[in-house]
């Protein structure tokens, strides 16, 4: 079964710190990776998404990750976090399941940035 | 703009009891998901339709079962509730044809006592 593993379950950076959060997957088809971000008291909300092409992929709000097929990896990048960044981030994977798509998430990484 | 609508934000109910949580959205999707969310976890998901009547298991699927007559509504049902229950009770949807991006609706804290 696939699976999406999110090492980091707590960071805490001071502002202008850089971020990386990693996020590995187990699947050996097509997968398409996604990033969501929840902040406090709101909705999950897309923050990026890697179908095919560039691995490098931009999203919202100054982020970007990028997919290494051989490492199955998609870690999530920030040159300069703010305090307005302190949310929860979820990895996630497309995956075929019997005759639809289904959309797994990793454990979330819970992100404060310290003013 | 799009909406994903859960019937009930708090719910409490008893353990043994059958629960009926309801999940509609405006959008046309083809793709719905109930996910429950638990701190350190993440969002686990519980089923999917891929269409009317369609249903897959996902990856935790047990004391659960799901109802989809209609395009718009995912009914996600626990036949006998238990403490082990209580969580956040997420619910999505997204086109199907390019798997874009999934639509969230505002959760369900469902407690069993």
Redesign the interface.
């Known amino acids: 079964?696939q699976s999406v593993s999110?090492h980091n379950?707590h960071v805490i950076l001071s502002e202008a710190a850089s971020l990386e959060l990693g996020c590995n997957y187990s699947y050996g088809g097509t997968v398409?990776l996604f990033w969501?971000v929840q902040y406090p008291g709101q909705?999950?909300?897309?923050l990026l998404?890697y179908?095919s092409g560039d691995p490098l992929v931009k999203g919202i709000k100054g982020f970007e990750a990028e997919f290494i097929k051989s490492k199955f990896s998609f870690n999530l990048r920030k040159p300069s976090v703010q305090w307005s960044d302190t949310a929860e981030y979820?990895c996630a994977v497309?995956a075929l399941?019997?005759?639809?798509?289904?959309?797994?998430?990793?454990?979330?990484t819970r992100l404060m940035v310290k003013p | 703009d799009v909406k994903v609508t859960q019937s009930s934000r708090y719910l409490v109910k008893r353990t043994g009891e059958k629960v009926f949580l309801e999940c509609v959205q405006d959008m046309d999707h083809e793709?719905m998901?109930w996910?429950r969310q638990d701190p350190?976890?993440?969002?686990?998901?519980i089923y999917?339709?891929?269409?009317v009547k369609?249903k897959?298991k996902?990856?935790i699927p047990e004391g659960y079962s799901v109802s989809r007559e209609k395009k718009e509504r995912f009914s996600l049902i626990l036949e006998s509730a238990s403490t082990n229950q209580t969580s956040m009770y997420?619910c999505?949807s997204?086109r199907?044809r390019d798997?874009?991006?999934?639509?969230?609706?505002?959760g369900t804290r469902l407690t069993v006592v």
């Open positions: 079964a999110q379950h398409n969501y909705h999950l909300q897309l998404k179908f979820f497309n399941r019997g005759a639809g798509n289904m959309l797994t998430f990793g454990g979330g | 793709n998901f996910y350190g976890l993440g969002l686990r998901l999917f339709s891929y269409d369609m897959e996902g990856d997420l999505a997204r199907d798997l874009s991006e999934a639509f969230f609706g505002q």
